[in-house]
């Protein structure tokens, strides 16, 4: 029976005798008042009150005290036992958890240096080579100089003997001479140049590249700004321990994950077919497929739809004024101004793909070759090969420039009909056409072929640059995008689909643009990680 608050507030526990009659034995209990009370009291706090003997009441409480006794012992004080012995399990588990996050946390900061190192070592090697090339030139530069030095010395003193002492015959192949000189001024050759601007506020870029952290605790979540993330735990103990004890207990709990997968942002079906994307700056697409451009919303609805009267082979966009160039199976290149397709100028050769550079040149894969022009069609530079060397590029199907670099990276198929080997590969040059290196397809081991991929051939179905010089490369066969360093170092799979990938585009917050499926529909925006 529950005792009054007013009665602990007065009577001590165990007292006997009345605190209202001094002297008083407390023999009866007020049914009313739920106290004890004695003779007295019957007269006076209490008077009219129904009240019974203390013994009556005790009696019927004994049975209830000793249900709580074996009650206690059996069940209360097993489980409260059992808690107390978990708390050891949940110190060792809390000291391991913390132990493994720091080993992983420290991995991936040495990973992160030893790749920085490599991709220095790599830069140094590149100026290092660079500044050997440059030297030699200069020195044969010089050498030339001075052997054309010493003939026009030569020639000096031959001139100068035939007027002093020269028949007029001598006089006059003198004379011939100089108007016709079998000697020219050689050529300052044009050096090799490099260019470095180191990143001035890099933390967020090493934030994104450690990974991210999220640790929760009393109900309160912290995030370190940036760094990858993720924390779970055996919550479902935790719930069970919260129920069986009767409090609410927030415990801190934290697992780590190194690096972000990639994330899918959007996933949709296309409302038209295609085979070449190219993301504006504000959130919009062009496509193209067939005679046909659209302009596509995030969502992938229509804003825009434009009508050629022939194919279109490719489409990119002027990095300065953000407009659409296309080149189509007349040979022209074509940019979209007002709605129309305004020719600009025509190639020679079938052209394959387009890419606009950052300096507003133009240029065109065609067979065999990749050529930049000026915006009016003036050539400046190309890589056509003579008959008797193996063309650098064989069959262009998409170029991109690198916005860090600007070197030019061209996924071309290699037929045998066009000179090559028949094997899908990414060539890369820098911005005078000179090649750097080719990249095949090759993935470690580690990555294993899947039921969907198949282990098939390299087929490069598109290559962009992201915001930070790596390379994005679809691979139409294998269903997936790869994802490869600037220096032609394969980084890892960004994604694997259970179709075909038809292209790729980027956009300037470096979410990824692809188009899978059999029907060159299904576009996903994937959003991952650059490191």
Not at 203 to 225: E, R, W
Request: charged share 25%.
């Amino acid at each position: 029976m529950a005792t009054p608050m007013s009665q602990i507030s007065l009577r001590i526990k165990g007292q006997t005798t009345c605190i209202h009659h001094k002297g008083r034995q407390l023999d009866l209990c007020c049914e009313k008042c739920q106290e004890l009370v004695c003779l007295k009291c019957l007269s006076s706090n209490h008077k009219t009150h129904t009240v019974c003997e203390l013994s009556e009441v005790t009696h019927q409480e004994k049975p209830d005290i000793k249900n709580f006794i074996d009650r206690t012992e059996k069940n209360d004080l097993v489980q409260i036992g059992k808690y107390i012995t978990s708390t050891d399990t949940l110190l060792k588990d809390n000291t391991s958890t913390f132990e493994k996050l720091s080993q992983k946390l420290k991995i991936q900061t040495e990973r992160l240096k030893q790749e920085l190192d490599i991709l220095t070592e790599q830069t140094l090697s590149l100026y290092h080579k660079m500044e050997e090339d440059n030297t030699n030139l200069i020195m044969k530069y010089k050498q030339d100089l001075e052997v054309y030095e010493k003939q026009l010395k030569q020639q000096i003193q031959e001139c100068k003997a035939a007027l002093q002492r020269g028949s007029h015959i001598h006089i006059y192949d003198a004379f011939c001479e100089i108007q016709s000189p079998t000697h020219s001024l050689p050529v300052k050759p044009v050096l090799g140049t490099a260019n470095f601007t180191p990143n001035e506020n890099p933390q967020d870029h090493l934030k994104k590249a450690l990974g991210k952290v999220i640790t929760s605790s009393q109900g309160q979540t912290l995030t370190d700004q940036g760094r990858s993330v993720t924390t779970s735990d055996d919550l479902e103990q935790s719930s069970t321990q919260q129920q069986q004890s009767g409090t609410k207990v927030k415990k801190a709990v934290t697992t780590y994950k190194l690096l972000p997968q990639t994330k899918i942002v959007e996933e949709r079906k296309s409302p038209c077919y295609i085979d070449s994307i190219c993301p504006t700056t504000d959130g919009q697409v062009w496509t193209k497929y067939n005679k046909t451009l659209t302009l596509l919303d995030r969502k992938g609805n229509v804003i825009q739809e434009v009508k050629h009267n022939v194919y279109i082979d490719d489409i990119s966009l002027l990095p300065t004024t953000h407009t659409l160039w296309v080149c189509d199976d007349r040979n022209n290149i074509r940019e979209l101004v007002s709605g129309r397709l305004t020719h600009r100028f025509s190639t020679k050769e079938l052209p394959r793909c387009i890419c606009i550079t950052a300096s507003n040149h133009v240029i065109v894969g065609m067979t065999k070759h990749i050529s930049k022009f000026t915006t009016d069609g003036k050539m400046v530079c190309t890589t056509m090969a003579k008959r008797t060397r193996k063309p650098l590029v064989c069959t262009p199907y998409r170029i991109s420039e690198c916005p860090v670099t600007h070197n030019v990276a061209v996924a071309d198929f290699s037929y045998e009909s066009d000179g090559g080997d028949g094997k899908g590969r990414v060539v890369v040059m820098d911005t005078d056409f000179k090649e750097l290196f080719v990249y095949r397809g090759d993935i470690p081991s580690t990555y294993k072929p899947t039921p969907q991929t198949g282990g098939k051939p390299f087929n490069p179905s598109g290559v962009v640059y992201d915001s930070v010089g790596n390379q994005i490369i679809g691979d139409r066969h294998n269903n997936r995008v790869l994802l490869i360093s600037g220096g032609g170092e394969f980084l890892r799979v960004i994604h694997t689909d259970t179709d075909c990938t038809w292209a790729v585009g980027i956009d300037r917050e470096d979410v990824l643009w692809a188009v899978f499926g059999t029907m060159n529909r299904e576009v996903k925006l994937l959003q991952y990680s650059s490191v």
